[in-house]
């Protein structure tokens, strides 16, 4: 079983619509959790983290559930330029210090 | 705007060939990564180091080295290119003790025919 799993994928979605990406770990000592974004062919860069009490930027919310170990990313009124790969992150922050990523989930609004 | 660089950004070699990649960041970071990543597929990390003169192999095996001199340097090296090396190579960095984020190069996208 890897250490950070996510929804397989693709999700395929009507502009407008609400998307929910949900993402599980094992590891309970992971210390910090992030979402990141990847666009096709580019670097993965820095969507939002995630804190235990929730945080929203926006059109975006992201939930962290310490005692499910589970994570959720939620996008409210999706646009054409949210497609994107969303990839959930864990860092351990212990000894070995260890970012985990998932494999990713992709996602495609249609117009 | 993270300060983390690669060079080259393509590069297109034949077989046999020593190829480095270049990394450098400007943020003093401590902690850099190297991941392969095919397109379409998941990033792999195949070099990590905690700083200087400490390098690690990640968790997918690979033919390349890396070394560490300086801080802000993490050059990635391939002694003799393979057709199977062809991919991308993006080089990130984070701070230590800090929130854990990952900055990343924009990559090394290689060929080797």
């Known amino acids: 079983r890897k250490e950070v799993e996510q929804d397989p994928g693709p999700f395929n979605v009507p502009e407008g619509a609400t998307v929910a990406f949900n993402c599980t770990y094992s590891?309970?000592?992971?210390?910090?959790f992030f979402w990141y974004r990847q666009d096709c062919r580019k670097e993965p860069k820095l969507l939002m983290s995630v804190y235990s009490s929730g945080n929203e930027d926006g059109r975006f919310t992201a939930q962290l559930n310490r005692a499910s170990q589970y994570i959720s990313l939620l996008i409210r009124d999706s646009k054409l330029s949210d497609s994107a790969t969303y990839l959930c992150v864990v860092n351990r922050q212990n000894r070995d210090d260890k970012i985990i990523f998932g494999k990713g989930t992709r996602l495609h609004i249609l117009p | 705007e993270a300060d983390i660089y690669q060079t080259p950004r393509y590069l297109v070699i034949g077989t046999g060939k020593k190829i480095t990649l270049e990394c450098s960041q400007t943020?003093?970071?401590?902690?850099m990564y190297w991941y392969q990543q095919d397109p379409g597929m998941e990033l792999h990390l195949i070099h990590y180091?905690?700083?200087?003169?400490?390098?690690e192999k990640g968790d997918l095996s690979s033919e390349s080295t890396v070394s560490r001199i300086r801080t802000e340097h993490f050059p990635l090296t391939l002694e003799s290119a393979r057709p199977s090396h062809t991919s991308q190579y993006l080089c990130?960095?984070?701070?230590?003790?800090?929130?854990?984020?990952?900055?990343f190069g924009e990559g090394s996208r290689l060929t080797v025919l």
């Open positions: 990130a960095s984070s701070e230590v003790g800090g929130p854990g984020e990952l900055f």
């Open positions: 590891n309970s000592a992971s210390q910090s």
């Open positions: 943020m003093g970071h401590d902690k």
């Open positions: 180091s905690y700083g200087v003169n400490s390098t």
